[in-house]
């Protein structure tokens, strides 16, 4: 594998096409090389449209999908960004790339440890990962400017809308399989936030949050 004509391709052929069209994210997704956060016996799918295994239950999602995450939040360079679900710390990278800081909590202490490590080897050194269930938040460390879940929930906890700054935004991918929206969280007020939906798409769920209880007949 050619790594640099492989981001080429990636960003040619799945990222453009989804709508992911600022030159300096792109620039970000062309330059990280991705095959440092996936598992040595997947490096062949480093660039690939597919989900990766990377143990425990959790997987990395498409390229398309963190691209989209990062691209949707519009981060200007000042922010201070909370990440809930690390995994292999990918998109940990891209968005440090574009905020001030990224704190970003890991349910699983093993993936927490070889996320921290990529993140080493990729130089990312404004990026702190933190063994934590993600669905408490961060309540010490916020306010935060923005929040991203790398994964997809059922809803999103109100606990964590009220880690926002007044005009800050979360992002996260709502709903249930067959359907569930990137959904845009913004707060207005103290008490108010406005939600947009901004694309349908699937993801696999993060641990640690709350599903609906299903009733059975």
């Known amino acids: ?16 096409p989804w709508d992911v069209l600022d030159k300096t994210v792109l620039h970000i997704l062309s330059e990280l090389p991705r095959e440092i956060f996936v598992p040595q016996a997947f490096q ?5 449209d597919t989900t990766i295994p990377l143990g425990h239950g959790q997987e990395m ?17 000042h922010e201070q960004v909370l990440e809930i679900g690390t995994g292999s710390g990918y998109l940990t ?22 996320a921290s490590h990529n ?3 990729a130089g990312i050194t404004n990026a702190q990962v933190r063994v934590a269930n993600g669905s408490n938040g ?3 460390d916020g306010p ?5 879940l790398s994964g997809s929930v059922a809803e999103v906890p109100p606990s964590l809308l009220q880690q926002l700054k007044i005009g800050g935004r979360l992002i996260a991918i709502v709903g249930e399989e067959p359907i569930m929206s990137a959904t845009l969280f913004t707060r207005t007020a103290d008490a108010n936030w406005r939600s947009q939906a901004l694309w349908d798409t699937s993801a696999p769920r993060l641990q ?9 007949f």
């Open 93 to 114: 990278a891209l968005l440090a790339k574009r905020a001030q800081h990224v704190l970003s909590l890991e349910i699983n202490p093993e993936l927490a440890q070889t």
């Open 144 to 148: 935060f400017d923005a929040i991203v």
């Open 61 to 77: 999602v498409e390229p398309r999908i963190d691209a989209r995450l990062m691209h949707d939040l519009q981060l200007l360079g």
């Open 44 to 48: 062949a799918l480093a660039y690939t």
């Open 119 to 121: 993140l080493q080897r």
């Open 138 to 140: 961060a309540v010490v």
């Open 1 to 16: 594998m050619n790594p640099q004509q492989a981001r080429f391709n990636m960003v040619e052929q799945q990222i453009r």
């Open 208 to 216: 640690g949050f709350t599903e609906p209880t299903r009733f059975q």
